[in-house]
């Protein structure tokens, strides 16, 4: 242990009782040696800090003593301001995601595998459209982060429990978002065979398809993967090389339903360098007067309905094509 040697001397009696103190005067004690005590650093490092401490609060107080009230009143919001901002916000805060061609491949995956049959290698893009969320369950952001998104164009501020049930876990979202996906990808496979064997005359008996799509859920891409299917399964483009975006859920008689965050994905398109994007009609009322500057929006309803969009846009007729209208 460290120590440190002091240059108090202790006060003593002689030992000889007349009253004199012969090792007090000269420091040193009967055997000669020096009478010094010794002091552990570590007290004397406790009693700075003490005096630092003391002192500190001593001005601190004469800093304050003469301040009015309204000084303490407009400190204590100031405190209470700042614990506010940095606790989580009932609130989820939506922006534009990024976009995945469901012709190209996921973690150096196909996203979309055909077996028994010949496919078809396009040299456009087919883009299904995401939005990304922060204040999902398990996922909270602050009140200075939600404050923060009132002033940015791309972002969208909702109630939580207007787009999750109230209680939901992080797991249980997962478990919904990932089911959502798989079943989509499921209807999309049902609806894109049955709509090539019946309306495009191709034999497809013995043809499994397969789709692959990481870290994305939910069910908005099933029309995107159907069309995927159906440009690998035929004998032509049906991008000419364009980007198309598209969003749109697909049931297994192959009808187009609506999605949620169609303008932010709309944004998303564009940003990724989509001039096509293939919207459900039950979304139109959100699509007219927010469709991005460079983006043709066309209204859909069904399959064979996007399917023959394609097949327009691709082979320059696209302009005839129906779009969102008030």
Not at 121 to 140: E, I
Not at 156 to 174: H, I, N
Not at 225 to 251: F, H, P
């Amino acid at each position: 242990m460290t120590k440190t040697i002091g240059t108090r001397f202790d006060d003593g009696v002689a030992s000889d009782g007349s009253g004199s103190n012969d090792a007090g005067k000269d420091g040193f004690g009967d055997d000669g040696s020096a009478d010094i005590p010794v002091v552990d650093a570590s007290d004397a490092v406790r009693v700075g800090r003490t005096r630092w401490l003391a002192g500190t609060f001593s001005r601190f107080r004469r800093h304050v003593a003469h301040r009015p009230a309204g000084f303490f009143v407009g400190a204590l919001c100031v405190v209470l301001c700042a614990v506010v901002l940095v606790l989580p916000a009932p609130y989820v805060v939506e922006s534009p995601g990024p976009t995945r061609d469901v012709l190209g491949q996921s973690d150096g995956s196909p996203v979309i595998s055909l077996t028994g049959a010949s496919t078809y290698k396009d040299s456009g893009h087919l883009l299904m459209v995401t939005v990304n969320a922060s204040g999902v369950p398990g996922y909270s952001m602050t009140t200075a982060e939600a404050m923060a998104s009132w002033f940015l164009s791309d972002r969208v501020l909702t109630p939580r429990e207007v787009v999750f049930p109230v209680g939901q876990s992080a797991d249980d979202y997962k478990t919904q978002s990932e089911g959502q996906m798989s079943q989509s990808q499921n209807h999309a496979v049902k609806a894109a065979l049955a709509y090539a064997s019946k309306d495009l005359g191709l034999d497809v008996s013995g043809v499994s398809a397969t789709v692959k799509m990481e870290d994305i859920g939910g069910p908005s891409a099933g029309m995107m993967y159907a069309l995927g299917i159906l440009d690998k399964l035929g004998d032509r483009s049906l991008t000419n090389g364009l980007t198309i975006a598209g969003t749109g859920t697909m049931s297994d008689s192959g009808k187009v339903g609506a999605i949620g965050g169609i303008r932010l994905k709309m944004k998303g398109a564009r940003r990724d360098g989509a001039t096509w994007f293939l919207a459900p009609a039950s979304n139109c009322d959100e699509v007219v007067g927010h469709v991005p500057e460079g983006l043709r929006d066309v209204k859909v309803s069904t399959l064979s309905g996007a399917y023959k969009a394609l097949v327009a846009i691709s082979t320059g007729k696209g302009d005839s094509l129906p779009h969102c209208t008030a």
